[in-house]
């Protein structure tokens, strides 16, 4: 099969063909239709973030595409299925505690390592070999039969309101359209069951459901939360990549207003035009107490949920200062990465946070049901992934694609590469 291959740190990705991946029991072959190009690949793959990435690699860190075989030990994936590839590996010699891998992108210690050897080579390919547990059918989740609904949704989506505005009733009039969002093919399914539903997924769309590995960060930290619908929730970092995602996932779970601080003007605007009435966006003056203030104050309830996706180089008082205005009670995610790469930790208030029963809790990546879940509020049209710029790219030009991505990428514009073109 052909591959993009990294050899070394800082040098470009060579296009060569590699032998193709066997398929053995508890694994899965995938046809590679569609592979998310991360904003900041092209960092991780210089050398600057300093991931632990064992080379040479094909690097890609998940993918959407067609089952091309199954190991003997598959029950219910069937060749040809649509299906979402989620590259966080976990080592199953281990229930508690497991040894973790992002496939073709980096690992957690020695023995994320250890799993790399196996499991380590990315979706920059045309197969890509992937754990059973880690496949996901785009069209077999139960929901198929409310896609009709999300076709609905993108053409809500035009009217400049988001999927998850509850205006359900002019979503079931527009789905007449028949809209042509990613999910929207996936209707088709209803007529012919599971396989049906895996063959009328739109090849085409395939690089919008590249949106979800984006969505499904803030949706593991919305989560471990507990977010519940009608809930006010902040997000501190709502201009950034994984920020914007949150928001678009807090209100497709019900969230009934996010809370969306940040510096960025436009994209704060943006934020303003694309979710209307459910986002109080907030400037923030870079006062910590002033910009706490600020966002509980846009809050029209107190605020029930905080989720930090604040990058290493904001400051630790950006990140206090949103943690702190969660109402007594109130739960707090830090899934960001302030004090990663130095510069002050967070420091809380003890008083703070015993007086006011404080939860504060971490959450890298998200838990594995968290895929079929994520999934199913696409497919129902909760979620619209037709929010979702996409731009693809061949194999072939897969170094043009990082440059696009580091320059264009992200906040709501996906970058793809589509290493076998159906459609
Ligand atoms: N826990 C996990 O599982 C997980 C997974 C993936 C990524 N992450 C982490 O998520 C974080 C965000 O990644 P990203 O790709 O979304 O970053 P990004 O696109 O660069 O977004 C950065 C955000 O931070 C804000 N910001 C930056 N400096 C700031 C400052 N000094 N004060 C206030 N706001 C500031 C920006 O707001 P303005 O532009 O408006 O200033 C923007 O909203 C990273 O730390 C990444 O490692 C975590």
């Known amino acids: 099969m052909r591959a993009a291959v990294l050899k070394e740190f800082g040098s470009p990705l060579t296009i060569e063909t590699v032998p193709d991946p066997v398929v053995g029991t508890g694994e899965v072959v995938v046809d590679v239709v569609a592979a998310g190009v991360l904003p900041y690949a092209a960092e991780v793959f210089r050398g600057e973030r300093r991931y632990l990435l064992t080379l040479p690699v094909i690097p890609g860190s998940g993918a959407v595409g067609r089952v091309r075989a199954v190991g003997p030990d598959s029950t219910r994936l069937r060749v040809g299925d649509w299906v979402l590839c989620d590259p966080t590996i976990r080592a199953r010699d281990d229930a508690l505690t497991p040894d973790i891998t992002l496939q073709g992108l980096s690992a957690r210690g020695e023995g994320g390592l250890r799993l790399q050897q196996h499991f380590g080579q990315g979706s920059f390919a045309e197969q890509l070999l992937v754990p059973t547990e880690n496949v996901f059918p785009l069209g077999a989740t139960g929901a198929t039969r409310a896609t009709g609904a999300t076709g609905a949704t993108g053409a809500t ?127 923030l003056s870079g006062d910590e107490a002033a910009d706490r203030e600020r966002m509980r104050a846009a809050a029209p309830a107190p605020i029930d949920v905080v989720l930090d996706l604040l990058p290493p180089s904001a400051a630790m008082t950006a990140v206090r200062a949103a943690v702190m205005t969660v109402r007594e009670h109130g739960t707090v995610v830090l899934m960001g990465g302030v004090g990663m790469l130095g510069g002050d930790d967070l ?77």
């Open 157 to 283: 989506g035009a009217t400049g309101a988001t999927g998850a505005t509850g205006a359900t009733g002019a979503t079931g009039a527009t789905g007449a359209t028949g809209a042509t969002g990613a999910t929207g093919a996936t209707g088709a399914s209803d007529a012919t069951g599971t396989t049906g539903a895996s063959d009328a997924t739109d090849a085409a769309d395939a690089g919008r459901w590249c949106a979800l590995p984006v969505l499904l960060v803030p949706y593991g930290g919305l989560l471990a939360a507990g977010l519940q619908a009608g809930q006010t929730v902040l997000i501190s970092g709502a201009t950034g990549n994984f920020g914007s995602a949150a928001v678009a996932v807090a209100l497709a779970m019900g969230a009934g207003c996010v809370v969306a601080p940040g510096r960025n003007e436009k994209m704060l605007g943006e934020l303003e035009r694309r979710f209307g009435s459910r986002i109080r966006t907030v400037r």
């Open 347 to 423: 420091a809380l208030p003890y008083p703070w946070l015993m007086r006011n029963n404080i939860t504060v809790r971490g959450q890298w990546l998200c838990p594995r049901h968290a895929n079929p879940q994520l999934i199913r509020l696409a497919n129902s049209g909760q979620l619209d992934l037709r929010q979702f710029d996409v731009t693809a790219f061949d194999l072939a030009d897969a170094n043009t694609a990082l440059r696009h991505a580091a320059a264009e990428g992200g906040r709501f514009s996906l970058t793809v590469i589509r290493p076998v073109r159906e459609g």
